[in-house]
């Protein structure tokens, strides 16, 4: 999600088995998307794969487990991939908690400074340049809202204007602050952690100056018949008028 690392599968030593079927129940019971479900299921048994040895039993789960788990994945993983997997983590960890008297939370090692590691800005944009490029979005004239949630995805995510106009509402699962899209170059799913500036943005553009349409793309034309946009071209032409 971000199917981190392409989704891996990793395998769940046998001891810890049970933990991932009662989460797996867990999640079914709470509604979640089947994508979702298996993520989240990928995440637990990655984590349980790397405690293995180092725990007689998941009682003996520390926080330091935890932290020495995400040391591992910030070497090896993208920004935006290790604060998919902090979220996914700190869910099931909450759930362990629940279900196995530990005496602690280990889930409060995914707080602070080691587990922030939040999708960065390109290196080609300052904060500075940002804020300029978010001030020119919010004072322009003509769709001031979808310009300024258009900008932070660009920003925030590397998006190409091909996946922004093929964006869906059923592509953005609120309840967990997540967005899947289809990758225009590679034709790979993404499913990328939504940082509060972005979902802002895009609720302000969808509750104050999206038009009703029946259609459920996020951006469409300003201009009657509302209709999602046909190009990329248009996109960009929205972005530097």
């Known amino acids: ?7 891996y599968r990793y395998p769940c030593p046998a001891r810890f088995v049970y933990l991932v079927e009662g989460y797996r129940d867990h999640l079914t019971e709470r509604g979640l998307k089947k994508d979702t479900k298996r993520c989240r299921l990928n995440a637990a048994r990655k984590f349980l794969y790397f405690i293995d040895g180092k725990i007689g039993c998941i009682e003996e789960l520390l926080p330091e487990h935890v932290t020495a788990f995400l040391l591992d994945a910030r070497e090896s993983q993208a920004p935006k991939s290790v604060s998919v997997t902090v979220t996914r983590l700190r869910d099931f960890l909450a759930y362990v908690s629940t279900v196995r008297e530990l005496g602690h939370s280990p889930e409060n090692a995914l707080t602070g400074r080691i587990a922030k590691a939040a999708p960065q800005l390109p290196s080609w944009f300052t904060a500075e340049e940002l804020a300029c490029l978010l001030d020119a979005a919010a004072a322009s004239p003509r769709r001031p809202k979808m310009k300024t949630a258009l900008v932070l995805l660009f920003v ?7 996946d922004v106009i093929r964006l869906s509402l059923n592509d953005i699962d609120w309840a967990i602050d997540e967005i899947r899209f289809a990758q225009s170059k590679s034709g790979e799913t993404q499913i990328v952690l939504m940082t509060h500036p972005v979902k802002m943005a895009l609720l302000d553009y969808l509750k104050n100056e999206r038009p009703e349409s029946g259609f459920d793309t996020v951006f469409l034309t300003e201009v009657k018949p509302y209709r999602p946009y046909n190009s990329a071209g248009a996109i960009y032409s929205k972005i530097t008028e």
Do not use: I, L
């Open 1 to 7: 999600m971000f199917y981190c690392r392409a989704d």
């Open 156 to 162: 925030t995510y590397g998006f190409r204007a091909k």
